[in-house]
Each structure stands twice: as structure tokens, then as C-alpha cells.
């Protein structure tokens, strides 16, 4: 089965361009959704967040806002919190390749945001980076409720550059088009992935 990992900076349209490639038949493996879903109440990450972060769970779930004030900008902490949650979505991912096999699938999508920041380029066979020209990728950014500059030139400057994502890619996706224009180039990358 090919792995493709889907990435790219905050508002190229990666979740858009995951979409597509459902809506291709493709199984689409969600990162954030499953990180939502460990963290949520009942979830299976609540209880291990809990011991290794107490302040970060509120009303049993877990508050994304206040553990990220916890670890994010620190090495040490953010590896603290990695021990715990990986091992989870490890578990997660295994039962999500099995059923896609069993449903003979021969591609799948892995949708993973921090996929060059976390080490997750050598766990896939191709890497599809989503990109548009940065003053675009700004103005959606900003077009969202409750996002400012200062927050968003934050989360950029903890990302990998998008120069650099290019270069890592196997395949680029412009975004800065119509999305019928995208989903064009979802479908010719599917078929040249197919025949890969
Ligand atoms: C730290 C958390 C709570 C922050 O959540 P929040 O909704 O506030 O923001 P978001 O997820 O978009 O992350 C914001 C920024 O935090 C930094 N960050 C988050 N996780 C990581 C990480 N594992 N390594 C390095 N930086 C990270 C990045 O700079 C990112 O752009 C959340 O990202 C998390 O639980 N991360 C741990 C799980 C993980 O490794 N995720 C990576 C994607 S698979
Ligand atoms: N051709 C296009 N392809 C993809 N998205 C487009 C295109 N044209 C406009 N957009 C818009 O760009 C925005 C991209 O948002 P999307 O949520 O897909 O990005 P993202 O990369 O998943 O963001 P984040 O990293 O914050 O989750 C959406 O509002 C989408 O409608």
C-alpha cells in the first residue's frame, strides 16, 4: 500500500485538498481530527494527559489552549507531551491502514500538519506539500475568526518555511487557483500515484 503524507503551512489548503482525495474514493487519515478525538471527554488521551499535565485537563477533557501555553516553544515539554500522545496515535493509525487494506485499498493519504517538524517525512513513501504564495496564504489565514497577525506570524515562525516544504515535496499543489483548478491536479496526481 502507498503512504502519501499531506502537508503544508497554516492556510494553503491542506484540509481542502484532503477533501478532494476523500471524494476520490482515497481513505484520508486526519492527524488534528484524531488528536481532537484523544483529547475530547471519554477520550483515550484524557487520563495520560491528565498525569503528565495536570493543569491542561478541565472538566475531563483536555483544553488544547492551555497545554499548548504549556509546551509549545519548549523543546523539553513538547517531547514530555509527545511520549504521550504518539504512542496513542500510533495505535490509532494501525487500526486505519488495517481496514483500508482489508477494504483493498492500494493508496491511502496521511493528512499530517506537522509532518516535516516531527520526523513523519520517513514513515511515507511520497510527500504531497499544499502551497500558495505567502501573501494569499495571509489573507486567509487572517480572514478567520479570532486570528490576528501577532498569532499568526507566531504559528508561522514554528513551522518549517514554505520554500522549504517545496523542496522536500514530491508533488506541490497550487492552491492559489479555483478549486476546480485544484481538484484537476488532485485527480492527475492520483492517477500518476496509481500507476506509480
Ligand atoms: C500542542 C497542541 C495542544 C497545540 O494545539 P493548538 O490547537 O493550540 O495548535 P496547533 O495544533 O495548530 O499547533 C500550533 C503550533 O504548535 C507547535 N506544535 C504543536 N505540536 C508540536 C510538535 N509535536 N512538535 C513541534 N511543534 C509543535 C507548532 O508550531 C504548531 O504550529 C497540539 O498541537 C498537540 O497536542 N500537539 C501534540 C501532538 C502532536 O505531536 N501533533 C503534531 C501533529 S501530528
Ligand atoms: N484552490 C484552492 N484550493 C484550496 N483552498 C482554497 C483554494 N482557493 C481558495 N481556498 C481557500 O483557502 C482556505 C484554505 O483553508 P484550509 O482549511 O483548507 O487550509 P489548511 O491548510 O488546512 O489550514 P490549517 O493549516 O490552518 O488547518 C479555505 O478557506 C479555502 O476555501
Not at 37 to 43: S, V
Not at 53 to 60: G, I, L, T
Not at 61 to 87: F, T
Not at 132 to 139: D, F, K, L, M, S
Amino acid at each position: 500500500m502507498l503512504l502519501v503524507g499531506l502537508t503544508g503551512s497554516i492556510g494553503m489548503g491542506k484540509s481542502t485538498v484532503g477533501e478532494m482525495f476523500r471524494e476520490l474514493g482515497i481513505p484520508v487519515y486526519d492527524a488534528d481530527a484524531e488528536i481532537h478525538k484523544l483529547y475530547a471527554r471519554g477520550g483515550a488521551g484524557v487520563e495520560p494527559i491528565r498525569a503528565a499535565f495536570p493543569e491542561a485537563v478541565v472538566d475531563d477533557q483536555v483544553d488544547r489552549q492551555r497545554l499548548s501555553k504549556l509546551v509549545v516553544g519548549n523543546d523539553a515539554e513538547i517531547e514530555r507531551l509527545e511520549k504521550v500522545i504518539h504512542p496513542l496515535l500510533t495505535e490509532g493509525r494501525a487500526a486505519f491502514f488495517e481496514k483500508a487494506e482489508k477494504e483493498g485499498h492500494t493508496l491511502v493519504v496521511l493528512d499530517i500538519p506537522l509532518i516535516f517538524e516531527t520526523g513523519g517525512e520517513n514513515k511515507v513513501h511520497k510527500i504531497v506539500v499544499v502551497s500558495a504564495p505567502a501573501p494569499v496564504q495571509r489573507e486567509r489565514v487572517l480572514a478567520r475568526p479570532d486570528m490576528t497577525a501577532e498569532k499568526f506570524e507566531a504559528i508561522l515562525a514554528r513551522q518549517v518555511p514554505d520554500a522549504e516544504k517545496r523542496e522536500k515535496a514530491d508533488f506541490v499543489i497550487n492552491t492559489h487557483c479555483s478549486k476546480e483548478e485544484t481538484f484537476e491536479q488532485i485527480k492527475a496526481l492520483v492517477e500518476d500515484l496509481k500507476n506509480a
